[in-house]
């Protein structure tokens, strides 16, 4: 990941240096490689980086299907003889007159002497000449080296001095690029939300529009570092591993802006889809288990991806809420997202989804409540409850407080039963479209307490009880972090009761219905 910082801005320089009227071929080798070595941990994502940079640089950025070669789980003979067949070519159309860009893309493991490739090993040094030594007339190496983990994961191969790749020849005495690491002591990253590496992620959504900084319906590559590199930065900011920084030096002579992709306008092959400023908007395939398209970031200028037609999954991302929503996209057509199309996710569910920086929320909750008769009473026990919960990705879990009243009454005798309880309690939520469901169990401990009105000596007593009860809820949002809830239980509790004539006391169960609804609150 870090030379593919690097590499990225080396082809912006070699690229701009060139005169814009000049004809350049441009021919790709991409590899993406998910297995390494019996000792690497088989990877998730490298195959599919590769599969994005081919579909972009072949889709938008002038590359002929003809002139390109992806290579997904190969070993090192088939990408080092890819890699011969190639410069014979473009050695054939050198010798025509024509200039020739040779961009060479690597994601998989690797170490600091070889890439590792299916259980084979592709010495580090042989590719470097090889695309050293290429007649064309510009040459670009990117080595995107992985290991996997979990969620957020380090990538790289294994820990060991960086390794440097030399590009220091002058290219078509245009200029001088030294391609470096970045400081020593940093990793590079991938993400399981996004499905691939940060940078490529950025990359390719940078060349599919939303680099496009002055509008001008063509992404140069100078723009699209620029966005790779502040979103990579970002968003490895936010993980254990920490942030990233790409270093590099170079010496450059020339002008001219070539761009890396030019944006279609109204063609059938290709839709436009635009979002609001404001917040960040991540671009999936089919449905929000689909294949990750692109990102357009808050503070990104250009607010448009241009993606093949079809059916599209897109998510808002902010600090405090989540949009989702879907979109048909036809062919040459545009579509601009609003907000108020897409459905609004708030807080405890998005700590569900994991859509934010936040990995927990809080807060009260508090209602009316009822259940069916208590020992001693007719008639339901009505009341009240409060309490507060605290909401991670896979649980929620919380305390409550409640109280209720129920009372007795006959010709010689009127009673009065109290009940109050503490419940622990631990739930799992199901998000369905509207409202969430929400099952789980309660436990807690409390007391009854009677009191008589009567002619005769009747003293007020108090049992204590336990109690457990599986709980059915469902909760919808509100807005600004509140949602009404329902929620039913069939509560078991044990207490003991003493006979009257034996005077023996023993523990015996009793079963009611509890009806809760109220209202909450998190943050």
């Known amino acids: ?50 599969q994005r940079v081919y579909d ?36 054939a159309t050198i010798a025509s007159g024509t200039e020739v860009l040779l961009f060479v893309y690597y994601s998989g493991h690797a170490d600091a002497d070889a890439l590792h490739t299916s259980g084979s090993r592709f010495d580090l040094v042989q590719l470097e000449q090889l695309v050293r030594g290429s007649a064309a007339t510009f040459r670009v190496l990117v080595v995107d080296a992985c290991r996997s983990g979990a969620l957020t994961r380090v990538k790289g191969g294994v820990r060991s001095p960086p ?42 959504s940078a060349l599919l529009g939303a680099g496009d900084a002055d509008g001008d319906g063509r992404v140069t590559l100078e723009e699209a ?24 030096r170079f010496e450059i002579r020339g002008a001219g802006r070539l761009p890396m992709t030019t944006l279609p306008g109204s063609v059938q092959s290709r839709a436009t889809i635009s979002f609001p400023n404001g917040r960040t908007y991540l671009l999936m395939k089919g449905n929000d288990r689909g294949a990750v398209v692109g990102e357009v970031s808050d503070v990104a200028k250009a607010r448009l991806l241009s993606v093949p037609p079809g059916h599209y999954f897109v998510r808002g991302r902010s600090s405090d809420v989540l949009l989702e929503g879907e979109f048909e996209l036809p062919p040459g057509g545009s579509v601009t997202v609003a907000d108020n199309a897409l459905h609004r996710i708030e807080y405890a569910r998005l700590v569900r989804k994991g859509g934010s920086e936040l990995h927990v929320s809080h807060g009260p909750e508090l209602g009316y409540l009822f259940r069916t008769a208590l020992p001693n009473s007719q008639g339901l026990c009505q009341g009240a409850f409060g309490g507060y919960a605290v909401h991670f990705e896979a649980a929620s879990i919380g305390a409550r407080f409640s109280g209720c009243r129920a009372s007795f009454s006959n010709d010689v005798l009127r009673a009065t039963v109290d009940t109050w309880d503490a419940e622990m309690r631990v739930l799992h939520a199901f998000d369905l479209p509207l409202v969430t469901l929400d099952l789980g169990i309660g436990a807690g401990v409390g007391f009854f307490h009677q009191s008589f009105e009567t002619r005769g000596d009747a003293p007020p007593r108090s049992t204590p009880f336990a109690s457990i009860a599986p709980l059915l809820g469902l909760n919808a949002d509100i807005a600004a972090g509140f949602s009404v809830l329902a929620e039913a239980s069939l509560v078991t509790d044990f207490y003991a009761q003493q ?25």
Request: no cysteine; net charge negative.
């Open 1 to 50: 990941m870090k030379f593919l910082f690097a590499a990225a801005l080396a082809l912006i320089l070699t690229l701009v240096a060139l005169p814009s009227s000049a004809a350049v071929r441009r021919y790709a080798l991409v590899v993406g490689n998910d297995r390494g070595e019996s000792a690497d941990v088989t990877l998730r994502y490298a195959e599919t980086d590769a």
């Open 56 to 91: 972009v640089l072949k889709d938008l950025g002038g590359f002929e299907p003809s002139d390109m070669v992806l290579l997904s789980g190969e070993g090192a003979p088939r990408i080092q003889s890819s890699l011969i067949a190639l410069n014979d070519r473009i050695r």
């Open 163 to 204: 390794f440097s790749l030399r590009v220091d020849e002058h290219l078509g005495e245009q200029g001088l690029v030294y391609l470096t690491s970045s400081s020593a002591n940093e990793d590079a990253q991938e993400s399981d939300e996004l499905k691939g590496s940060f940078f490529t992620h950025y990359f390719v």
């Open 225 to 248: 570092y620029r966005y790779a590199y502040d979103g990579t930065l970002r968003s490895s900011s936010q993980t254990w591993a920490g942030m990233q920084h790409p270093t590099f």
């Open 499 to 523: 006979n009257e004539v034996t005077r023996v006391t023993s523990f015996r169960p009793s079963v009611a219905y509890r009806q809760a609804i109220g209202v909450a609150k998190v943050w």
